[in-house]
Antibody, heavy 116, light 107 residues
Framework: EVQLMETGGGLVQPGKSLKLTCATSGFTFSTAWMNWVRQSPEKGLEWIARIKPKSTNYATEYAESVKGRFTISRDDSKSSIYLQMNSLKEEDTATYYC???????WGQGTLVTVSS | DIQMTQSPSFLSASVGDRVTINCKASQNINKYLNWYQQKLGEAPKRLIYNTNNLQTGIPSRFSGSGSGTDYTLTISSLQPEDFATYFCLQHNSFPGTFGAGTKLELK
């Protein structure tokens, strides 16, 4: 059974940092293209980052809204991806999901609230 | 990025009704269109992929159609568990982009 579980969300002040983790199981992680998607009432669902497998040198791509502030990474030995979020803004407040296989599988999400 | 315009934003219907939800892309997306259902507090669940392919385990009352820029999700006979929010997603062009959602409410 495919499982994805996000952790690491919480309340953080503007300008601070937070790191999210998505732990996975039930599929061959090492060859998987993995995505982070976020959802807020204001902006709806928004793709924000993607990481490809080792065969691509772990190529990454980002939405313009997070480029330069967020970093996606992975640890194939732990079947996990990460999202390092720096210089957080109030508009980054959202539920963050990791997804796999063309957005077929989703974790349950983790809520990030950026507020002073 | 491709823009997805979803309509209606809200839909009131009764159990047993037939309903349709539409998504219009800003350019041809070659049938790379998925539909998702989301209930409060839960992650989106894929119902249909690539326009008209039913995800395993999804009831056959859900169906999808379309081509080019215009796509439709149809629920043939609403059941109580179908009252939720529905989203479309195009994945023809990177990055994938979502519709704004349709909230389906009990009349």
């Amino acid at each position: 059974e495919v499982q994805l579980m996000e952790t690491g969300g919480g309340l953080v002040q503007p300008g601070k940092s937070l790191k999210l983790t998505c732990a996975t199981s039930g599929f061959t992680f090492s060859t998987a293209w993995m995505n982070w998607v976020r959802q807020s009432p204001e902006k709806g669902l928004e793709w924000i980052a993607r990481i490809k497998p080792k065969s691509t040198n772990y190529a990454t791509e980002y939405a313009e809204s997070v480029k330069g502030r967020f970093t996606i990474s992975r640890d194939d030995s732990k079947s996990s991806i990460y999202l390092q979020m720096n210089s957080l803004k109030e508009e980054d407040t959202a539920t963050y999901y990791c997804t796999w296989m063309g957005f077929a599988y989703w974790g349950q999400g983790t809520l990030v609230t950026v507020s002073s | 990025d491709i823009q997805m315009t979803q309509s209606p934003s809200f839909l009131s219907a009764s159990v047993g009704d037939r309903v349709t939800i539409n998504c219009k892309a800003s350019q041809n997306i070659n049938k790379y269109l998925n539909w998702y259902q989301q209930k409060l507090g839960e992650a989106p669940k894929r119902l249909i992929y690539n326009t008209n392919n039913l995800q395993t385990g999804i009831p056959s009352r859900f169906s999808g159609s379309g081509s080019g820029t215009d796509y439709t999700l149809t629920i043939s006979s609403l059941q109580p568990e179908d009252f939720a929010t529905y989203f479309c997603l195009q994945h023809n062009s990177f990055p994938g982009t979502f519709g704004a959602g349709t909230k389906l409410e009990l009349k």
